[in-house]
């Protein structure tokens, strides 16, 4: 025997209805033996009360609703009946409500509303929506019959939330079943009370009914058909990719509905619980999806945690003081005192310092704690052993939860490792020592982001997401977003990595799309945006969005902006850059950035800053991390000068190899930065200080080879216009090398804590000598490097190697942030 309980929403309308018994027949056709349990049609128990209480207002309105109600049960049977069908029950209908509004015309008249009437009225609800499914059923060639469960289950007369005598029960249900050949259509939370009262069974109370026959006959299963396909692992409003979980044992599914998890309501569940009777929530508009399962059996799906549930709004109470370190009764006074209230303690923590009790409560019930608390401890408080409680506003709970997590270390440490790489700070954390349930009070404007980071975390089969939100789209920017796009694919089969661009700015305009902006078309979205570009406002709408996993990307040489950064990583947001200028500043700025990162356990990467996509910078913390000492750099370290002085070496004018190197994309915005020195120093500085030495800029010796009028141009068309005015003096510099068989190299040095940068002509033994096209190459001589030094070379500038390297930080951002995932298969996914 099975037991199916339809909700409201199933037999909401009359399509819905049709579709029930589909789901019927379909289970007759297997030859299951079955019984149903339905609802109310969705909406009617409410109007019913709405119905009763005008009525005790004695408002003659209620009548509206009671017509209201019969339209909706008439519409329905007009639609699903046969025209000679339909005047029978419509006739039934007719009288059902004439009933129903001669006890609503009693309340009105003696304006008074008793429970017990309530729990009359609310019955007509159900005794309305079965007699219309049986019917229905019956001309399916469906054996129905409709079955008033005031005939099965009897309780006391406690109206609302009567409760139930088993043995009275389940005996009439035994005997009722013994002797039946047609499928019951049985009503839903009705019963009957002593002196055949009509009773409810309180919330949940047709899944009540449910479970009731299913343990007096000890069903096989009972299934819950809804509107949902399951229970899922978090709240699908806040997670788009929570997805329905095909089993949970009892004990998950009421730690799951205790946080936030609304599908099933466990005490009403209570008897199939007690006899192991399977439970499985399917969904009426989706039969195909077998739903989930609640059962008995512990299920080694090797899913390390069920679910992720949460509580919106909580307040957080701390009662704290030395009078209770040691002092026996404390907590016991507490919560008796709170109980006496009726107020309801959602979770508890105490240190074993004993210092201090926290827990949290429905905010409704805060003033009311606050006072009780007040009172009970008014002699401690007068003493100063214990102080005015602590009370916190604007919290919200998560919960992991899972059975398979009970002895299995490295949980606690992942749940905090995501909130605590998304900046998400905890105020209160609580395990039971069942290991079943670990929660966490979080401020709430932190809840959607913790649930997402969570839920990426410990769901492996679910693609994890880096929030992109970028400034600078020339070259190196324009080729990421190129470079990101091509790469998408494979990243999501490949590495369940979805990177979302949520937001851009050029100089111009900005868009920000929190859905991810499609980069087939960034270019004319851009374009087409109404907002302003503007630095601070970019910053601010990133900050306030509050996304996990969010990385913000600098592709300017933009001065204003690194200025920004510090308070970007202060909000627990990621920074990668090519530009150089953060770090080519201030040391005290230099470092403050770096600590800024540390403390929000974000991540500020820049290896582009120094031989573009090259591996320097890793290199060079990798040699000093394993206790290497570096005692020389050298370096060529601009792919431009390179470039020029690679190809100036035919016919072409020094001017026009210079714009060649433009047209390459191996310049700064201006090529100025590289020519005069500026760009190299930077390079040479900001290695200088990765090999731990504090210098400034200004201690950079840099020899300038730029004529004065070049340097003071005005724009960069003028400073072309100069630098071909000043041809010869290149040109004379190029022949005095070649007379000599040496090649002009422009060498940035960094040794006994002195850095220079000049231009130095080499001769055919020096490793610099044979550099083609762009290379830059970098020789560091360290204690264990040092008879010959570790040399790495190639491609120092352009946009391909350059995008690429800010691409692999960004990468490397999501495998810190989702340890160990970057090894997991996709085929292997939990
Ligand atoms: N091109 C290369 O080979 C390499 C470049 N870099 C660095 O990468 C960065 C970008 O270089 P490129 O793409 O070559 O230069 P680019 O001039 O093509 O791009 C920079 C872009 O930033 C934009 N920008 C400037 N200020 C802005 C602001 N306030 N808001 C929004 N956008 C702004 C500019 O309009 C321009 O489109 C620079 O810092 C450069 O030093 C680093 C390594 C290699
Ligand atoms: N303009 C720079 C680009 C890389 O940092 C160079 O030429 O090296
Ligand atoms: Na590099």
Not at 688 to 704: F, K, L, Q, T
Request: with cysteine; hydrophobic share 40%; net charge negative.
């Amino acid at each position: 025997m099975k037991i199916l309980k339809f909700g409201g929403t199933s037999v909401g309308s009359a399509e819905s209805i049709r579709q029930v018994a589909k789901i019927i027949a379909s289970y007759l056709d297997q030859g299951d033996e079955i019984a149903v349990v339905s609802s109310a049609m969705g909406g009617v128990t409410n109007l019913l009360s709405q119905a009763s209480e005008l009525a005790e207002a004695n408002e003659d309105k209620y009548l509206n609703i009671t017509r209201q109600i019969e339209t909706i049960h008439a519409d329905s049977i007009r639609q699903l009946l046969d025209t000679q069908s339909q005047s029978k029950s419509l006739a039934n209908l007719k009288m059902t409500i004439n009933e129903l509004e001669e006890i609503l015309h009693g309340v009105s008249l003696i304006k008074e509303l008793s429970v017990r009437t309530l729990d009359l009225v609310l019955s007509f609800g159900e005794r309305l929506s079965v007699p219309l499914l049986a019917a229905y059923f019956q001309q399916e060639k469906i054996n129905a019959i409709p079955v008033d469960s005031r005939q099965l289950i009897f309780t006391n007369n406690d109206f609302g939330k009567a409760r139930v005598d088993y043995s009275l029960t389940d005996k009439a249900i035994t005997d009722y079943f013994q002797n039946i050949s047609s499928i019951p259509i049985v009503t839903g939370f009705i019963a009957s009370g002593e002196n055949n009262e009509t009773t409810t069974l309180g919330r949940g109370g047709s899944d009540f009914t449910a479970a009731i026959l299913g343990a007096a006959l000890n069903a096989e299963e009972i299934e819950l058909w809804t509107d949902v396909d399951g229970v899922m692992t978090t709240d699908p409003r806040i997670v788009k990719n929570a997805f329905s979980l095909p089993y949970l044992s009892y004990i998950e599914a009421m730690e799951m509905s205790h946080f936030g998890a609304r599908v099933i309501h466990p005490p009403s569940l209570q008897p199939a619980f007690n006899q192991k009777i399977p439970l499985r929530i399917r969904n009426t508009f989706n039969p195909a999806f077998p739903g989930t399962v609640i059962g008995s059996k512990p299920k080694t799906s090797g899913r390390l945690i069920k679910g992720l549930s949460s509580i919106k709004q909580v307040t957080l109470i701390s009662l704290t003081g030395s009078g209770m370190v040691g002092i026996p009764g404390v907590s016991s006074r507490l919560f008796s005192a709170l109980a006496a209230k009726d107020i309801s303690v959602i979770l508890i923590t105490q240190a074993s310092s004993e210092h201090s009790i926290c827990f949290a409560i429905d905010p409704a019930n805060a003033k009311g704690a606050k006072k009780v608390i007040k009172k009970e401890f008014e002699f401690e408080m007068e003493r100063g052993r214990i102080d005015e409680p602590l009370i916190e506003q604007g919290k919200s709970i998560i919960a992991i939860i899972g059975e398979n997590m009970r002895n299995t270390p490295g949980i606690s440490g992942k749940l905090f490792s995501a909130l605590g790489r998304n900046g998400i700070n905890t105020s209160a954390i609580a395990q039971g020592s069942s290991e079943v349930n670990i929660s966490v009070v979080i401020d709430e404007k932190n809840l959607s982001k913790s649930l997402n980071a969570v839920h990426q975390a410990f769901f492996i089969s679910e693609s994890k997401t880096l929030n992109i939100f970028m400034v600078g789209v020339g070259l190196i920017g324009g080729t990421l977003l190129e470079q990101i796009q091509a790469q998408s694919a494979y990243l999501l089969n490949e590495r369940l990595l979805e990177i979302n661009v949520i937001a851009l700015s050029n100089t111009k305009k900005m868009i920000v799309d929190e859905a991810g902006i499609d980069l087939k078309d960034w270019k004319e979205a851009l374009e087409n945006a109404t907002n302003s570009a503007n630095l601070n406002s970019f910053v601010d709408k990133m900050i306030a969005m509050n996304l996990p996993n969010s990385i913000f990307v600098d592709n300017t040489s933009n001065l204003e902006i690194t200025s920004l950064y510090q308070q970007i990583l202060a909000a627990s947001i990621s920074v990668v850059t090519p530009n150089k200028l953060a770090n080519s500043g201030k040391y005290r700025d230099y470092q403050l950035l770096q600590k800024e990162a540390f403390l929000h356990g974000v991540k500020f990467l820049y290896e582009t800053n120094v031989g573009a996509g090259l591996p320097v910078i890793n290199t060079m913390s990798d040699l000093k991390f394993s206790g290497d000492q570096i005692l020389k750099i050298e370096g060529v370290l601009s792919g431009t000068l390179s470039y020029i002085f690679n190809n100036f070496t035919g016919d072409a004018a020094f001017s026009e190899v210079v714009m060649e190197a433009k047209n390459s994309g191996f310049t700064e915005p201006d090529p100025r930065d590289d020519l005069n020195g500026m760009d190299v120093a930077r390079k040479i500085l900001i290695l200088a200080r990765e090999s731990g030495i504090e210098m400034e800029p200004e201690d950079v010796v840099v020899e300038n080879i730029l004529p004065k009028a070049c340097l003071e141009a005005a724009s960069i068309d003028l400073f072309f216009e100069e630098l071909t005015k000043n041809n010869d003096h290149f040109e004379s510099l190029k022949t005095q090398a070649e007379q000599s068989k040496k090649k002009l190299r422009f060498i940035a040095t960094l040794e006994d804590g002195k850095a220079t940068v000049k231009l130095t002509a080499v001769d055919q033994d020096h490793p610099f000598f044979s550099l083609s096209g762009s290379d830059n190459i970098i020789a560091f001589t360290t204690r264990r490097y040092y008879d010959r030094p570790l040399v790495i070379k190639g491609p120092g500038a352009g946009a391909e190697v350059t995008a690429a390297g800010v691409f692999s930080e960004i990468i490397s951002i999501s495998n810190y942030l989702y340890q160990g995932i970057k090894n997991i298969l996709p085929n292997n996914h939990g």
